[in-house]
Structures are given as C-alpha cells and as structure tokens.
C-alpha cells in the first residue's frame, strides 16, 4: 500500500485534530480483568517476510524473544469502547476541534492553509471509485467526511446501534493507548503482534498457516473483487464483521486477519529490520519514525490487514505485513486490541 505526497497532503491537512485541553481520564483505572483474553506463551520469534509477497521493510528476517503475555481475544468493539467513553467522557481525535497551527507541523514548508470549511471534525472514510483506478494514490478512494467518527464510522448518517460487536474503528493510536491505560492495559509491540498473530505456526504466511487467503473455507473478512471499485461479497462484508466471525488461530485469537488493522506500540520505522536493536528481546522498536515515502510525520505500526486488503492491493492479513499511520489518523477501516503483562 503505498502513499503518494498528494495523499499525505490532503490526509495530514484534513485528519489531524487537537485541543487546547485533552480530555481528562479517570486517574483510578479499571481493575484489570483476563476475562476476554487468552495467554500467549513465551518463545523466540522468526520475524519478518515469509513469501515473495513480502516488502523490503519485512526483511531482513530475525529472531526476538518475547515473553509471554495476554491478549484481547478479538478487536476492541463498539460495545466496550462506548463503556469507556461513558465512564470517562473521552472526546477521540475526529470529535475534536482542528487546530491548523498543530497540523502544520507534520507538512513540507509552504502548505497553504486549506479552506476552514474543511477544517472541521471528521475523518477519512473509504468509497469506492465507479472503475480502475491507479492503486498509486489512496487519495481516490478516500474521502474526507465531516462528522466521521467512532460513533458514525462511515459519516454523520451512519451508527452503530446494530454493530455493538463489532470493532470499533476511526481510532487514533492515542484513542486506543487512552482505551488501554483506562482498562489497566496497553498496546502491543509489533513483535508481540506478530508473535501472537503467527499462533504457534513457525514461518508461515498467514495465521491459518500457508493456504491462500482465496481458498478453501472462508478465512477472514476481506475485499474479494477488483479493489477499489468492484467487491463482490462473497463474504457477505462491505465493511466490518462482527468479531469472532471467523476461526481463531492457535492462540485462539479472532481476526488477526482482515476486519480492522490494529494499532501496536511501536513506531514504524521503515529500516527498522535492518539495526541490530532489532533483535533485542521483548524489543518495543525505534525511538522514532521514519516513513521515506512520508517523511515529514511520525508514525506508529498498524498490523493485520482489513476488509480493503486484498493480494492485487495489499495484502494486509499476512503475518508479517508492516504499515505505518501517523497517531493522529483515524479511519473506518483502523481499530485495535490490547494486552498485559502479569
């Protein structure tokens, strides 16, 4: 999936929003519970690309020790991401006023100031184009929607009321480390990701083992057609599925495949594979960012793929497939999980 300096323009114009005042969390966090989660054994991990699907950023493969951990069994859903809000009256990114001179900061020089029209809460939603298009430019096929947020994913005439069970999504990463701190959890690195994803599987392209996402029994929720404009819905999905729609892996994890890409901790780093700090164990990544095709902002790792992923375009449900989105993005295909440490 890549990213052309147009779509960063219009992306980083248009997604970033901040307050004078963040929303303030309940300083007493909720007790932590396992309940919804399984335990992930400790192990050394063979990380990175495992088919010539694999981008360069997936090389060179390595071997990290992770320690062992708990995870969400699925994705974070609508239902318990509004129990969080309610508690604690958190406003997320796309509900928050723009400040253009917070936005700036993360724009080539001599960005001009787009309309205030424009410079209103929303976020990127996905719309199909009418015929191919280049796969060069998301910008086609991603629209600026005001009103767009976790309540109204797809736009101010959306809701969620019907899909209480499925996952949230247009959450920043701060969204989801606010959601996890008030839990009594966090994000998971990239490798915990990976490690969890690959569910006891050793080198295998995907959570289900090395058999093509196009075959046999439905697999995960993806787009099946010609992206970004036919989706022929074989799986009966356009957008999310309620968690725990498919087979879990060997961990017993939901949708480590498809639906949502999930936010980890870490930031994405490009050339990351390639430092020796890379292999340290429970290692949590780079102590910045670095996006050559967006270099201007910061990014943190998103991981799993979604129901846009399919292998013509990205091939997001790979176990080792990396992108990276800046903290301040949210988008009605992005969501997340958590984990903890005893």
Known sequence: MKFSMSFLVVSLLLLSGCLDEKPKIKEVFNDFTKEGMVLIPAGTLNMGGDNAQADSNEYPKHQVMVDEFWMDQTEVTNRQFKTFVEETNYVTVAERPILWEEIKKDLPPGTPMPPDSLLQPGALVFVPTSQPVSLKNPAVWWHWTIGANWRHPEGPSS??????????????????MAYANWAGKRLPTEAEWEWASRGGLENEVYPWGN?????????????????????????????TSPVKSYSPNGYGLYDMAGNVWEWCYDWFD?????????????????????????PYQQEKIIRGGSF??????????????????????????????CVVQD
């Open 159 to 176: 809701g969620i009321e019907a899909k209480m069970d499925h996952p949230v999504v247009q959450v920043a990463w701060e969204d989801a």
């Open 211 to 239: 058999e093509n996402i196009n075959t046999g029994k439905p697999k995960a929720n993806f787009w099946q057609g010609l992206f970004p404009y036919e989706n022929k819905l074989n799986d009966g999905h356009f957008t």
């Open 308 to 337: 846009l992923c399919n292998d013509d375009y990205c091939s997001g449900y790979r176990n080792s497939r990396r992108m990276g989105s800046s903290t301040d993005t949210g988008l009605n295909h992005t969501g997340f999980r």
């Open 270 to 294: 490009y050339n990351y594979y390639k430092d020796k700090t890379a292999r340290q164990p429970n290692t949590q990544g780079p102590n910045k960012g670095y996006n050559p095709q967006m």
